[in-house]
């Protein structure tokens, strides 16, 4: 099983709708979470993170932990063209232990 | 505030040669980390540096693949020689010391062909 799944295919979204991405890990000790947006050719870029169960909102960004379910999600309002990007979750195994372990990234595609 | 400075941009080296990776971090980061990142993938950590101490080094292919960070802020990725299969992308991250709650900052990473 791998550290953090991420399996959905490519996501096409019409401007204006939600994008709903959904990514689980194993490792039930994971204290913090992530999510990164990658443009094409371009580096990792840190949009959300989120330590506790629940929501987190951040403009058009809402964040979900569940660590009983061992899930995160994030959902993006409203896309917009320059949402079109691949998105990656990242878990950090804990205080102490700085090693972010992601998964392969979910494209999203926002059609004007 | 300055973000994570990476050279050289692209590289475009033959196979068996060596080639040397540099990065700067944030200013005022403690931990250095340097990821690779093939297509289609998300980055997976070659080694984790905590000042001038290498404290994650497990996934570095340490036969080929060598790091430092001599005064616990610039940092060099080495490979030699190289492989055609060390064709990615080579990126380098830093973050608040280790007792932070992990936020990680990437430089824009150097992109390696090996011909």
């Known amino acids: 099983q791998k550290e953090v799944e991420q399996n959905s295919g490519p996501l096409s979204v019409p401007e204006g709708a939600i994008a709903s991405l959904n990514c689980t890990y194993s490792d039930r000790g994971s204290q913090s979470f992530f999510w990164y947006r990658q443009y094409s050719g371009k580096s990792p870029e840190l949009i959300m993170s989120?330590?506790?169960?629940g929501d987190k909102e951040d403009g058009r960004f809402t964040a979900q932990l569940n660590k009983a379910s061992q899930y995160v999600s994030l959902l993006i309002r409203d896309s917009q063209p320059s949402d079109s990007a691949t998105y990656l979750c990242a878990v950090n195994r804990g205080y102490g232990n700085n090693r972010l372990a992601f998964g392969k990234g979910n494209q999203v595609v926002v059609i004007p | 505030e300055a973000g994570v400075v990476q050279s050289p941009r692209y590289k475009i080296i033959e196979k068996k040669q060596p080639v040397a990776f540099w990065c700067n971090p944030i200013s005022g980061h403690n931990t250095l980390y340097w990821y690779l990142q093939n297509l289609g993938q998300g980055p997976e950590l070659l080694i984790r540096y905590e000042n001038e101490e290498a404290v994650d080094d497990s996934q570095l292919p340490k036969d080929r693949f060598s790091a430092e960070r001599l005064k616990g802020v610039d940092s060099t990725l080495k490979i030699q020689p190289a492989e055609l299969g060390d064709s990615a992308v080579y990126l380098c991250?830093?973050?608040?010391?280790?007792?932070?709650?992990?936020?990680?900052?990437f430089g824009p990473g150097t992109r390696l062909t090996v011909l």
């Open positions: 989120i330590y506790s169960n």
């Open positions: 991250a830093s973050s608040l010391a280790a007792g932070g709650l992990g936020m990680q900052y």
